[in-house]
């Protein structure tokens, strides 16, 4: 029976590590964690590139949507994990608000907003939260898999 490659086998690839950055929560956080992402993104590249140009923007935009909720919803420091899959691009972000984010209806007159959650939904191929319990910190990881 033949098998179809899962990902991308080459080694330079599974050799790109992960990349971690910590914030403030401060409003220009959100601009540092894109252009961390953009950075990891273009090492990837190199070792791999993306199997769509819409995947190097989708994962931009969702550390983007992701970093902006920390920021709003959370006080305090966040912080952004990224790293490689055998499919893909594993992002964490790490906030201290434990609430799990839930969609809010879209309300263009009333500044906006209200649409990060579904992209987050609509772009991941996974999207999970976890509780920290006590012991691990406050607050929650917001994990999900975007394709590469």
């Not at 899962?6 to 080694?11: E, K, S, T, Y």
């Amino acid at each position: 029976m033949a098998t179809e490659p899962r990902g991308n086998d080459a080694l330079s690839f599974w050799a790109i590590p992960g990349r971690s950055a910590r914030f403030a929560g401060e409003p220009q956080d959100v601009t540092g964690a894109r252009l961390v992402a953009e950075e990891f993104l273009r090492e990837l590249a190199r070792a791999s590139p993306p199997s769509a140009p819409e995947c190097w923007h989708d994962i931009v935009l969702i550390v983007t949507e992701l970093a902006a909720n920390a920021v709003q919803y959370a006080p305090g420091p966040f912080e952004l994990h990224l790293r490689p899959t055998f499919d893909g691009v594993h992002v964490t972000v790490h906030d201290t608000n434990s609430t799990p984010p839930t969609p809010r209806p879209f309300r263009p007159d009333d500044g906006g907003g209200g649409i990060g959650w579904y992209l987050v939904h609509t772009l991941c191929s996974q999207v999970s939260v976890v509780r920290n319990e006590q012991g691990q910190g406050e607050g929650k990881d917001v994990h999900v898999f975007l394709p590469w």
